[in-house]
C-alpha cells in the first residue's frame, strides 16, 4: 500500500522535553512509522533544549501572523537518526526554561492559548494546500489538548484528515471565549458541537469533536473515558463518537528499556540470567542510603506524585512496610504535601524507606532494574509505561484494574500460573487496605524464590514493542483517510 504523508504534532518529545508519557510516545512511535516506510515529520516547539540539540538546524519556512493573536514564526528541519523533525521557532513563546507549560512558580504560562495555538494552527496549515513547505501532510496526527485545536481549521477551511489522541483526559486546555477570534477561528465555530464548552474554547474538546478519528492509548481507557466517572465531562461526546474512537496500547522502546544493554545499570541481565539483577538491588540500596541486605524485597516507585497516581495510599499505609519487612525507593516530585509526606516517612525509617525528589531518567532505570517490586496504584491510568518497563526489568508491578494497567497486568492466581500470564498484583478496591494486601501477597511470593521467577520471566517474554502498535495507527489514519459515512 502506498506509503502516508504524516504529520505528528506534539508538545513534547523524550529527550529532549518530556513531562510525561506523551513525551515517550512521541519519541518511539513516530520512529516506528518511520520505519515501516512512511513520510512522517514530527513537528513540535523549538524549545531551548531543542535549539541546543540542533543548533544549526535551517530555517525550511517562514510563517507570517496568522490571526490577531498569532505571532509570525518560522519551521526549522532537523533530523533525529534520519527521522525529520519540524521545529517550530517562535522565541517569544518557546524560548523558555523549564517544563513548557509551567512556569517556575509552577503556574500555567498565561500564555499558553497563544503558545499551543499557534502549535495546533502551524499543524493545520502544513495538512493544507497553503502549506508553507514544499510537502503536504495526508494526515494530522495530534496529540492531548496543545495540539488538538488542529482539526478546527482542518474542519473550517478543508485540509487534511485528523486524528486526536488523547493520552490523559484530566487536561483540555480551556480558554477564555475570546480566544476564539485571537487565534483567527470562524465566529460560527462557537457552538456546543463544535469548539464551545461550558462558555470556553477548549482545544481538547473541539479536537474530540472535529477529527475524523480518534483514540486513546488503550483499549480499557477508551472505555473508561465514555464513563463520567473518568471522562472528565467528556463522556457524553466520546460516546456519541464511539464509533470513531479505538484504544491502541503504547509500545516501549525496546532500545532504551532493555535491562541486558541498559547503560544506566550496574549489571545487565535477562529473562535467562535473573540473577545479576542482584548487582542492581545491592547499587540501588547503596544509591538510595537504604540499608544494603537481601533478606526482604525492596519496593519501588517512580512517578509524577499527583492524585490521579494514588500513591497516598502508600502513604497511608507506608509506615507498615519496614515491620514487614520490606523496603521502599520512590522517586517523583510534585503534589507538594505528598512530596513531605514521602519526605517524612523516610526520615521516620533510615536505611529502609529511601526518597528522591526530582526527576531523573537515570535513576528511574536504576529503579527498574533495582526493586523487586514495582507500585502503581494510579486511580486512572490512560496507559502507564512504568509498569510495562517494570515488566521487562523483572520487576512485577503491583497496580489498580484501570486503564493500560488492566490491559498489561495479570494478577497472580492458580490459573494465571498455569497459563503462564501470571505478571503482577492487581488490587482488590481503591483503598489503603487493598493495596496492603496486595504489598503483603507480592511480600510472601517474593519469599518463594522459585514462583517469583516464574512471575518474573512471564512479565519479561510478553512483548511490548511498536510494532504492533504502528500498524494499529496506519490502520486508524487509513480509516481517517476514507470518505466520511
Ligand atoms: P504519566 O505520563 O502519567 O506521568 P507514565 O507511566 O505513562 O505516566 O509515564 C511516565 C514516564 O515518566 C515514564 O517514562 C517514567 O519513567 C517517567 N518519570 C515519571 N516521573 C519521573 C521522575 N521523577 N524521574 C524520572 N522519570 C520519571
Given amino acids: 500500500m502506498k506509503p502516508l504523508a504524516i504529520l505528528f504534532a506534539t508538545s513534547e518529545m ?8 506523551l513525551g515517550d510516545v512521541a519519541a518511539a512511535l513516530p520512529a516506528a512509522l518511520h520505519r515501516a516506510g512512511h513520510d512522517i ?16 538546524a535551517p530555517a525550511v519556512a517562514e510563517i507570517p501572523a496568522l490571526a490577531p493573536g498569532l505571532p509570525a514564526c518560522r519551521l526549522l528541519a532537523a533530523q533525529d537518526g534520519g527521522l525529520p523533525l519540524l521545529l517550530l521557532d517562535c522565541p517569544a513563546l518557546f524560548d523558555r526554561p523549564g517544563n513548557p507549560y509551567l512556569d517556575a512558580n509552577g503556574d500555567d504560562w498565561t ?12 499543524a493545520a496549515l502544513i495538512g493544507q494546500a497553503a502549506s508553507p513547505l514544499a510537502w503536504q501532510a495526508d494526515v494530522v496526527h495530534c496529540n492531548d489538548w496543545q495540539t488538538a485545536l488542529a482539526p478546527a481549521w482542518l474542519h473550517y477551511e478543508g485540509g487534511a484528515a485528523s486524528v486526536v489522541t488523547v493520552h490523559n483526559i484530566a487536561f483540555q486546555g480551556c480558554f477564555g471565549r475570546d480566544t476564539l477570534g485571537v487565534l483567527g477561528l470562524p465566529e460560527h465555530a462557537w457552538r ?37 466517572h473518568f ?9 456519541h463518537r464511539a464509533g470513531d474512537l479505538r484504544g491502541i496500547l503504547n509500545g516501549v522502546d525496546t532500545g532504551i528499556w532493555n535491562p541486558a544493554t541498559d547503560p544506566a545499570l550496574a549489571a545487565g541481565y535477562a529473562a535467562n540470567r535473573l540473577a545479576a539483577k542482584r548487582a542492581n538491588k545491592t547499587a540501588l540500596q547503596a544509591e538510595m542510603g537504604l540499608e544494603v541486605c537481601a533478606d526482604r524485597p525492596l519496593f519501588g516507585v517512580i512517578s509524577r506524585l499527583t492524585h490521579q497516581k494514588g500513591l ?16 521502599l525507593a520512590v522517586l517523583g516530585s510534585g503534589d507538594k504535601a505528598m512530596e513531605a509526606g514521602f519526605r ?3 526520615e521516620r525509617f533510615p536505611g529502609q524507606i529511601a526518597v528522591r525528589i526530582g526527576f531523573d531518567e537515570g535513576l528511574a532505570h536504576r529503579i527498574e532494574a533495582g526493586a523487586d517490586c514495582f507500585v502503581m496504584p494510579s486511580r486512572f491510568e490512560p496507559c502507564g509505561l512504568n509498569q510495562m518497563y517494570s515488566l521487562r526489568y523483572g520487576t512485577p508491578p503491583i497496580v489498580r484494574a484501570t486503564g493500560g494497567l488492566a490491559d498489561t497486568v495479570v494478577d497472580v492466581s492458580a490459573d494465571t500460573l498455569d497459563d503462564k500470564t501470571a505478571n503482577g498484583f492487581v488490587l482488590d478496591g481503591d483503598t489503603p487496605h487493598a493495596l496492603w494486601v496486595a504489598l503483603e501477597r507480592a511480600c510472601q511470593a517474593w519469599h518463594d524464590k522459585r514462583l517469583w521467577q516464574r512471575i518474573q520471566q512471564n512479565g519479561m517474554r510478553r512483548d511490548f ?21
Fill in 14 to 21: 523524550a529527550p529532549w522535553v518530556k513531562t510525561g508519557g
Fill in 41 to 56: 515529520r514530527v513537528l513540535l516547539p523549538a524549545y531551548p533544549a531543542l535549539k541546543k540539540a540542533f543548533p544549526t
Fill in 111 to 122: 500564555d499558553n492559548a497563544i503558545r499551543f495555538g499557534l502549535l495546533s494552527r502551524v
Fill in 312 to 327: 497516598d495510599l502508600l502513604l497511608t499505609v507506608g509506615a507498615g512496610l519496614a515491620q514487614l519487612p520490606a523496603q
Fill in 231 to 239: 471522562g472528565y465531562g467528556l463522556a457524553p461526546l466520546l460516546r
Fill in 465 to 485: 514493542s511498536w510494532q504492533q502498535a504502528a500498524a494499529d495507527y496506519v490502520a486508524l489514519y487509513r480509516d481517517a483517510l476514507a470518505p466520511r459515512h
Fill in 192 to 228: 456546543f458541537d463544535h469548539v464551545e464548552y461550558h462558555g470556553q474554547l477548549s482545544f481538547l474538546k473541539a479536537g474530540l469533536q472535529l477529527a475524523s478519528q480518534l483514540s486513546t492509548v488503550s483499549p480499557t481507557y477508551a472505555r473508561e473515558i465514555q464513563d463520567e
Fill in 344 to 346: 517524612e516517612l523516610a
